[in-house]
Every structure is written in structure tokens, then in C-alpha cells.
Antibody, heavy 119, light 113 residues
């Protein structure tokens, strides 16, 4: 088991930066060939892949969000983080962190954290 | 981006009956050098994160009941629940991991008739 847990503010004001952290338990975040990902889901809607970071620190982002997204790794705390700037109401969603394992399968997911963008 | 579509949007099946969900991709997910289809299926129950059911289009994740099976290749894929159980009520998503960005289908809601 590789429990993942998202944390961060549940309410963010428009135009500000959404910052979330995913804490990984059950093993070092740098062990193995894994990508650590962020996915979001507006209420009642489908899943949108935001981006991922490899254990080396290299990143891939969804082009639709690339200009606003940064994903980073904190190996000392076994965490990875999401920053999404200039948020609007359209960024209101449940945000999940997940591990992308061998061959691209998303084998472990956090429970998700709801972020609302509102003044 | 690879666009994923699913059909139907929803279906209701009697307990013990078969449920079939279709997924199409806008381009082939078959990688010829290893002959693998870069497609996963997920199950999401209300209030829970998605759970991986199948990867490589047809390989069951550890612990997934064998009533769940996947088939297809290239651009057309199918998830079959051979004998629907009450605990299978959920939304099912296909996802391609052939290229970046990863993309998901819109989901198919499965209910009991």
C-alpha cells in the first residue's frame, strides 16, 4: 500500500494561487520509477489530468493549464506539491494526487481535497 | 490531445446480468514495438477516488474480481462486467496513457435495473 494524502486550503480567492500538497506514505517518493500526478474533478463532472513529476524532478503538464501550473517535489518530506495561479471559479474542483506506476497505470490515489474558488 | 469517448452515457442492468461499456480513442493506443494498448479502466464510486480496474486494456489490477474484463485494440475498447453485483454501481472511466496529456473518457454510469 502507498497511501497518499492531499492537504491545503479549501477556499481560495479568485486571481490568487491554489497550493496543495500530497504526502506519500509507505516508502520513499524517490524509490522506483514512478510519476507523481495531480488530477482534478469538478463536482458531477469528469476527470482532468493536470500534470506529473518524475522522481528526477522532470515535469509534464496539461497544455490547457501549463501557463498556470507548477508541480514540485520535496524529497525530504516525501511530498509533492501543486501550485495553480490566477485561479477562477472554473478551477473549483476535487483535486486528487496519484501515483503513475509501471506502464502508466494510476495505481494509488489520494482521497481528494475539495478546493472552492470564491471571494 | 487524444480525445476519449465512451458509450453509453449510462446504463441500468439487472443483478447478475452483463454490463458492457465502450470506449473509443481519437488515435490508436497500440504501441507496435511492444504490442501493448496504453489504456486503463477506472471505477469511481460516489465520494471516492477512482480505482484502477484494468491496464494494458485487459490486464486486471491485483485484487480486482474476475467478473471485470477488458478487450479491444487500437482505437476501440470494451469493459465488460460479466455478472453485475450491487457493489459495482459506479461511474466507469477509460483513460489513455499513450501520450501527454493523459486524457479520460467522460464516464459511464452503471446502475441496477
Amino acid at each position: 500500500q502507498v497511501p497518499l494524502q492531499e492537504s491545503g486550503p479549501g477556499l481560495v480567492k479568485p486571481s490568487q494561487t491554489l497550493s496543495l500538497t500530497c504526502t506519500v506514505s509507505g516508502g520513499s517518493i524517490t524509490r522506483g520509477s514512478y510519476y507523481w500526478s495531480w488530477i482534478r474533478q469538478p463536482a458531477g463532472k469528469g476527470l482532468e489530468w493536470i500534470g506529473r513529476i518524475y522522481t528526477s524532478g522532470s515535469t509534464d503538464y496539461n497544455p490547457s493549464l501549463k501557463s498556470r501550473v507548477t508541480i514540485s517535489l520535496d524529497t525530504s518530506r516525501n511530498q509533492f506539491s501543486l501550485n495553480l495561479n490566477s485561479v477562477t471559479a472554473a478551477d473549483t474542483a476535487m483535486y486528487f494526487c496519484a501515483r503513475e506506476g509501471a506502464g502508466g497505470k494510476g495505481d494509488y490515489w489520494g482521497q481528494g481535497t475539495l478546493v472552492t474558488v470564491s471571494s | 490531445d487524444i480525445v476519449m469517448t465512451q458509450s453509453p452515457d449510462s446504463l441500468a442492468v439487472s443483478l447478475g446480468e452483463r454490463a458492457t461499456i465502450n470506449c473509443k480513442s481519437s488515435q490508436s493506443l497500440l504501441y507496435s514495438p511492444n504490442n501493448k494498448n496504453y489504456l486503463s479502466w477506472y471505477q469511481q464510486k460516489t465520494g471516492q477516488p477512482p480505482k484502477l480496474l484494468l491496464y494494458w486494456a485487459s490486464t486486471r489490477e491485483s485484487g480486482v474480481p474476475d467478473r471485470f474484463s477488458g478487450s479491444g485494440s487500437g482505437t476501440d475498447f470494451t469493459l465488460t462486467i460479466s455478472s453485475l453485483q450491487a457493489e459495482d454501481v459506479a461511474v466507469y472511466y477509460c483513460q489513455q496513457y499513450y501520450s501527454i496529456p493523459r486524457t479520460f473518457g467522460p464516464g459511464t454510469k452503471v446502475d441496477i435495473k
